[in-house]
Structure formats: structure tokens, C-alpha cells
């Protein structure tokens, strides 16, 4: 029988000709967004463009990936010379030379002593894989009953089995349960807003939840807990920042049993909290850091895990024969050559460009324009860290997550792109943005709420 196949039709300024038959939409209502299609067609610096030709301010940087704006021309360059050049190794017992240097780079970003990296190809494969080197870790010590893990409610890494696990996201537990790791607790979250709300930066209640640690260590004993895994700052759920003193608690339970402290930077690495790390933003020093998105700008794939140097000492040197594979995880584009290429073009600008001066330039800019929100009906609670911030907003009754679709609609009519999580809105522009178009990012985001309540 011949199958009919649908013509591809190339996206013009006419919404009603994209064919929407056979894409399956990911962590997207689809049947909603078959009704309210969103497409966009082009994205240059800091706007998107859409279907209907509407320019868009760019507040989320993407996916929180592209720190840098859309369509610079170094960063595409890159890619097109090392496509020219070599386009694909071989990602096992090969490599090329710029691999190895990118790794050597990109622990300079990193505080001392984490020294050595580990390249994936997104977050989520970043987390399975700092999971996975704790456990190796272990092992190799003679540890090898050091087996659970540590996460924390509310917390989001990723879509692979060992990120549904420690991550606390109420649906994944819900519909993935039974391929989820077993013997995994969680920390409770921090977000109190009889406590907290409207704290500008880190909130100064809280700080004792992290004694929840060591009521887990009492219960299982160190002995059999390999690592604890958090978000410096929660980003998907919508920038809970950590209250004051809380992920010191956390390091010093940590270090005191033994127990691997997992830093999942995938939104927060690279200038998100106006530092290289969140581990530098709160002077906490992790045993590891995934790190995903703005490392290529969103342009290609990668992510990947900065070890300390001893954790790799200790798996690699487990004797036996020096032929065999020490570790046995990878993948096979792990540390593509774009993808290097692209990273190289990205820490080169941050580097020129003095990037990081102009996150803590945004830093204040952001931070002094969504707190001057404070008030506005509808506005439950208004936090921020760096160039990232996030309301919450009062739900409309009986329909969890209509409120901020809504919201996020209004605010694409009037020119801006906001992310939500349900009710939650969180912003986090691109460090290239100009502190009139941050302003005038939440100025816009005002007008949207004051007209929706
Ligand atoms: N970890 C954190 C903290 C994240 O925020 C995300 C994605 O937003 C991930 C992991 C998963 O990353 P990816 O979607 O690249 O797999």
C-alpha cells in the first residue's frame, strides 16, 4: 500500500500552514498548543521573531541556554571552521586536541581542585553521569555499600531515569515510578512564603532545613549514602534561591560522613547568578558540577561533569590492566568536535567581551526592576539571583497552570517571552541584553499582570 506522506511545508509568515500532524511535543501540553500554537521563525541578539512577524524580546535566553543572544557570528564561524576541518571523531579511545583543551579551559571556570571533565551531551545525561561516578567512586575507595542517593523535593534534573529519581517533580514520580532508582530520599525544599516572600536574593529563614541530612544519616547511616545532589539555586521550578547558610550546612554534613556533594549547574553554570558557578555565587565548594546549556550558547548539544581531581584518581586508579576501561559510561558524541568548537567560541566571548562584568551589571538591573513589582495584585511572591528572577501568581481555581499560560500568551501579544513553570513566571535574559531592554522586559510583564487581575 503506498503511504500518503505529508509535504513538508516551509514555515512562512502563515500560522495556518504549518502541518502539526506527527510532532510530539516534549514537556508541552499538546493538545493546548494545537489550539495556541506558538512558532517561532527567527532569532537574532536578543528577539525572537514569530509566525505572525511579532519581534520578541528574548526574557529567557531560550531554554536558558543562550546567555549570549542568537545568531552571533563567532560563534557560528567556529562551528562552520571546525565543520571544514574535521567534523566527527570517534568519541572512544579517540579524541581531538581541542577536546582536551576545551576540558582544561573549562576548569579555570571551576573552583580549585575540581580539575577534571567528564562531556555529555545534555543535562540530563549530565546528572546520570555525576550519579554514576559517585557510585564508581565509592566502589573504587572499597566503599562499594555507599549506594543511595540524596536529592530534594522540587528539584528538576532532567528526564533520564537517575534524574526522575533524585529530581522531586511530583508528575514524574507520579507516571515514572517504576523505573525509578530505589533507594533515593529527598531533602525538603526551601520555598516558605510565610517566611520568605518577596526576599530580594537569598532569604534569611531556612537554613535549618538542611539538618534534614543528617536526620537521613541517621536513619540509613553514612556508610551505605553515596551523594547528596542539589540546584544551587532551583531554576526550573522557578528560582527558589537557597536561604542563608544552607548549602554551607549541607557541605559541612556532607564532608563530615563522607557523602559526595553534586552541584547540578545546568542552568545556574556560566554567569546565570552573576558568577561562574552558583558554587562561587555562595562560596560553597561542590565534589562535582554538571553543566549543560549556556556552554555552547544553546547552539549544539553539551553538557557534562567537572570532577574533583581525586575522585578521578581514585577510579582510575584501581589497578588491574592498564587496557581496560576504568569507568564504563559514555556516548557517542560525547565531546563532539562542534560542539567543542561552539564552546570554545562561547568562553572566547565571554572572555573578550567581558561577559561576566555585565551579568553583575543585570544582576542589580533585574534584581531592582521585578522587586519594584512588589504590590501589584495577583503577585503571591517575587524572588531573584542574578540575571534570573521568578513570580508566582495566583492560580485560577480549579485550573492548575491556565494562569500562567495565559500569562505567558499576553505577554508573546505584547513583544516579550517569559518562561513558566504552572503559575510561576521566571525570567532570565541574555547577558548581551541592554539594561533599558531588561527594564523594559518586567515593565511589560507588569502591564500583562495588571491587566490580568
Ligand atoms: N538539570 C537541571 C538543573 C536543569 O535545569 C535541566 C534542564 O533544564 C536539566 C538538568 C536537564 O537538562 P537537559 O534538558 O539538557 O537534558
Known amino acids: 500500500m503506498k503511504v500518503e506522506t505529508t ?8 500560522q495556518d500552514e504549518v502541518d502539526m500532524q506527527a510532532y510530539w511535543m516534549p514537556y508541552t501540553p499538546n493538545r493546548y498548543f494545537r489550539k495556541n500554537p506558538k512558532i517561532m521563525v527567527s532569532a537574532k541578539g536578543v528577539y525572537y521573531t514569530d509566525d505572525h512577524g511579532r519581534k520578541l524580546l528574548d526574557g529567557a535566553s531560550g531554554l536558558w541556554t543562550s546567555p549570549l543572544g542568537h545568531g552571533d557570528p563567532r560563534i557560528i564561524e567556529a562551528i562552520q571552521r571546525q565543520y571544514h576541518t574535521m567534523d566527527y571523531v570517534p568519541a572512544f579511545q579517540m579524541a581531538s586536541k581541542e ?11 571551576a ?11 545534555s543535562g540530563s545525561e549530565a546528572v546520570d ?14 566503599e562499594a555499600s555507599r549506594i543511595r542517593m540524596i536529592g530534594r523535593e522540587r528539584a528538576y534534573h532532567g528526564g533520564c531515569v537517575g534524574g526522575i529519581s533524585v529530581g522531586g517533580i511530583p508528575t514524574n514520580r507520579k507516571m515514572f515510578g517504576a523505573i525509578m532508582m530505589p533507594g533515593v530520599d529527598h531533602l525538603p525544599h526551601t520555598l516558605n512564603l510565610s517566611q520568605m516572600a518577596f526576599s530580594r536574593g537569598q532569604p534569611t529563614w531556612g537554613a535549618h532545613l538542611a539538618d534534614d541530612l543528617e536526620r537521613l ?24 534561591v537557597p536561604p542563608l547558610g544552607y548549602l554551607e550546612k549541607i557541605r559541612e554534613i556532607c564532608t563530615k560522613h563522607g557523602i559526595l556533594l553534586i552541584f547540578d549547574e545546568v542552568i545556574t553554570g556560566f554567569g546565570r547568578l552573576a558568577a561562574n558557578f552558583g558554587a562561587d555565587r555562595f562560596g560553597v565548594k561542590p565534589d562535582m558540577i554538571t553543566f549543560a546549556k549556556a556552554i555552547t550558547n544553546g547552539v549544539i548539544p553539551m553538557g557534562g561533569v567537572i570532577v574533583r581531581d581525586d575522585i578521578y584518581e581514585t577510579i582510575t586508579g584501581i589497578g588491574g590492566q592498564e587496557q581496560l576501561i576504568e569507568f564504563f559510561h559514555g556516548y557517542t558524541y560525547s565531546g563532539h568536535p562542534l560542539a567543542t568548537a561552539a564552546a570554545h567560541a562561547c568562553l572566547d566571548i565571554f572572555e573578550t567581551d567581558d561577559i561576566m562584568a555585565r551579568t553583575k551589571v543585570l544582576d ?42 495565559q500569562i505567558l500568551e499576553s505577554c ?9 513553570t504552572s503559575d510561576t513566571i521566571a525570567m532570565g535574559p541574555p547577558f548581551v541584553a541592554s539594561s533599558e531592554e531588561v527594564q523594559s522586559l518586567v515593565e511589560i510583564f507588569s502591564k500583562v499582570v495588571k491587566k490580568a487581575f
Open 217 to 240: 544519616v541517621l536513619l540509613h547511616d553514612a556508610s551505605n549514602i553515596a551523594a547528596v545532589i542539589l540546584e544551587p539555586v532551583q531554576g526550573s521550578t522557578g528560582v527558589i
Open 7 to 14: 509535504q513538508f511545508k516551509e514555515v512562512t509568515a502563515m
Open 412 to 420: 508573546i501579544e505584547h513583544g516579550i517571552l517569559v518562561r513558566i
Open 99 to 109: 577536546t582536551f583543551r576545551l576540558a582544561n579551559r573549562i576548569t579555570q571556570y
Open 111 to 121: 573552583p580549585n581542585g575540581l580539575g577534571k571533565v567528564f562531556f555529555v551531551n
Open 129 to 142: 553521569t555525576a550519579l554514576k561516578i559517585a557510585l564508581a567512586y565509592h566502589r573504587a575507595k572499597g
Open 364 to 405: 542589580q538591573v533585574l534584581g531592582d526592576a521585578v522587586h519594584s513589582l512588589k504590590g501589584i495584585p495577583g503577585i503571591i511572591d517575587i524572588r531573584n539571583c542574578g540575571v534570573s528572577a521568578a513570580f508566582d501568581l495566583e492560580p485560577i481555581a480549579g485550573k492548575p497552570g491556565l494562569r500562567g499560560m
